[in-house]
């Protein structure tokens, strides 16, 4: 019992330094979008936190290493988790890619301010932090393509570019900052279920028509196939 008490001033330290880092982060990516990296100094950043220049030193050493804590955040760590479970996955194409994209629109809208700061940054980021940035959005970029080649192999998709399908996936999905209300219903989790949804099915093979028995259809179907088997070969 006096172990768990002795813990508890440590944890409550703990939280309020994240609580704090987590405003700094905040307000730093508000003043970014709105004066751009370069036009924002510490000492802007410190004072719409409330702190003194020299406190802002204790969480982040410059400005450049709060940038890249805002950047690991965004896109590199959620990147690097998905990635790991993605690579020992047993699920098939499609719920591969509705997850990748619940994540995604998730991830987005849990950090609305940061992305909408990205957004505006990404353009300006230094050198070393654009390559790593860009780094993270190309395997991200692969994974999606790969899961959608996957599933015209599969037979699940329709026979498509798989770059410009995982391209439109992504967009849609990173779009969602932009126009979401969280005011509104649905919920985020509602909102990332049905732009999976809306995903998956915009990639799916049309079975309803291919069905139909008309000459069209049985077209269309042979269209998919012979697509498929080039691919495959």
Known sequence: MSGTDGNEPGMG??????LLEREIKDKACILFARKGFAGTSLTDIADAVGLSRAAIYYYFENKEALLEAIVAEVSERPIEIWLA?????????????????????TGILDRQVLMRM???TEAALPPALAARHATSKRRYLNNCRRIIRDGVLAGVFRPVDDRVAAL???GMAAWTVQW???????????????????AV??????????????V???????????????QML
């Open 118 to 120: 990205m957004a505006v």
């Open 13 to 18: 330290r703990e939280r309020r330094k994240a």
């Open 168 to 170: 439109a996936v992504i």
């Open 85 to 105: 479970q993605s690579r020992v996955s047993t699920a098939g194409p499609e719920e591969q890619l509705r997850d990748a994209v619940r994540r995604h629109v």
């Open 180 to 198: 979401h209300d969280a005011s509104r219903p649905p919920d985020t989790a509602g909102l990332a279920e049905a732009m999976a949804e809306m």
């Open 201 to 214: 099915r915009s990639l799916s093979l049309d079975r309803d028509s291919a069905a139909a028995g008309t």
């Open 216 to 230: 069209d259809a049985v077209l269309v179907g042979l269209r998919e196939h012979i697509g498929r088997l080039e």
